[in-house]
Every structure is written in structure tokens, then in C-alpha cells.
């Protein structure tokens, strides 16, 4: 897993939202699916979420990846598990870390259009957002459900809807992102957790390992 590929896992988590085949219905803890494409491909991910906090987990060739985020945008870890390898290694973000994340945030203003269609059985609105330099981003959003406070990412969060279709954004890198599906389906114990035999540095140290930024 290159950096290119560590960031937009990260992206994806950043921007966690959930969509639903019912209509109008409220979420508050549950687990969604969400499809994207990185630089080895095409990434199928399940997410599990609570009012504080979201796990995305998924593979990407031999290694199982798992991201933790806080809905507060304050705390952030990647686990790396390559079992046939004996590697497990968790990088937590410093504070630093944080802080950088959140900073490099776009800045974005939304523009409503009249243009709607289903999505994933939803009923969906564009939004352009568009950023500091003048660059455009359709966003398709959805009024049918609502989600705990913190779960759609900051820089969407006055965009008036959930994004079902958008594009994510982390430390330079975005990425396409659609969510495909939801349910109420708890998080299996331990989940948001890091298990003891992981070895813990931080997420520059986990970045250098998997090919220092190339």
C-alpha cells in the first residue's frame, strides 16, 4: 500500500457519510458500504459508525486496512494488518498530525441546481461546491435520512444534505466516493479499538514504512 493509496483510505474516512433505501429515517449508530477507486483500484469498504466515532475497514491486496476517526475530526489512527507477513502496525496521529489534517480542509461554497435523479434508490439534488481556487465539485445529496452530528465531513457540512456522490478530500490527494448502502447493524466488539500486539507509531512513521510518500 503506497502513500497515494494510504491517503485516500484516509479521504474516505474523513468523509464518512451514510445513505439508506428508507426514506427519512435517522441514524444514529450502524454500518454502511461505500465504493471508491484508489491507485491499485477499485476499493469496496464497510463502515461502521456511532454518534462518536466511524471505522472504515477494507483490503487492499494482502492487507486487511482498518481507519478509526472520532466525529470531532480530533482523533485519527490507520491499523495495517498483513497477517502472512507478521505485520501489525497502528500509526495515531499527534496532535500535529491533527491539526495539519484539519487545516488542509478545503474551503467550499455550494451553488443548489434544479438537476435531481435516484442514487443507490435515493432521491438526490446537485450541489456545485466550489473551492478556494475556483475549482467545481458536483455533489449529489440526499434529504431522504439524517446522521449523527459529525459523521458528514466538515467541509460539506453546511451543503444542506447528506452526500451520497461526492468527492473526498485528505492531505492533498481526493478521490470519488460513492455510498451504496446502509443498515442498523451494531459494530462487532472491538471495532473502534487497537488490538495489544499492534505496533503503535505515528501516521508519519506508518507513511514511511509503506514507501515514504511515493
Do not use: H
Not at 150 to 178: K, M, N, R
Amino acid at each position: 500500500m503506497n502513500i497515494k493509496f494510504f491517503n485516500v483510505a484516509l479521504g474516505i474516512a474523513l468523509t464518512t457519510t451514510t445513505l439508506s433505501a428508507s426514506a427519512q429515517k435517522s441514524y444514529t449508530n450502524g454500518t454502511l458500504n461505500m465504493s471508491t477507486t484508489g491507485p491499485q483500484g477499485p476499493i469496496e469498504a464497510k463502515t461502521y459508525f456511532t454518534p462518536d466515532s466511524a471505522a472504515i475497514t477494507f483490503e487492499a491486496g494482502p492487507a486487511k486496512i482498518k481507519v478509526l476517526k472520532d466525529n470531532k475530526d480530533t482523533y485519527f489512527a490507520v491499523i495495517v494488518d498483513v497477517s502472512q507477513f507478521n505485520v501489525r502496525k497502528a500509526g495515531i496521529a499527534t496532535p500535529a498530525e491533527v491539526e495539519e489534517m484539519v487545516s488542509a480542509y478545503p474551503k467550499l461554497t455550494f451553488a443548489p441546481t434544479s438537476e435531481a435523479k435516484q442514487i443507490s434508490g435515493f432521491n438526490c439534488k446537485k450541489v456545485v461546491a466550489t473551492d478556494a481556487k475556483g475549482t467545481k465539485y458536483d455533489v449529489w445529496i440526499t434529504n431522504d435520512i439524517s446522521l449523527p452530528k459529525g459523521v458528514i465531513p466538515v467541509y460539506y457540512a453546511a451543503i444542506g444534505g447528506v452526500p451520497v456522490q461526492y468527492t473526498s478530500f485528505a492531505q492533498g490527494q481526493s478521490a470519488s466516493v460513492t455510498l451504496n448502502g446502509v443498515s442498523d447493524e451494531a459494530a462487532p466488539a472491538g471495532t473502534f479499538g487497537i488490538p495489544k500486539d499492534f505496533d503503535k507509531m505515528t501516521l508519519e512513521e506508518l507513511k514511511a514504512m509503506q514507501g515514504g510518500g511515493q
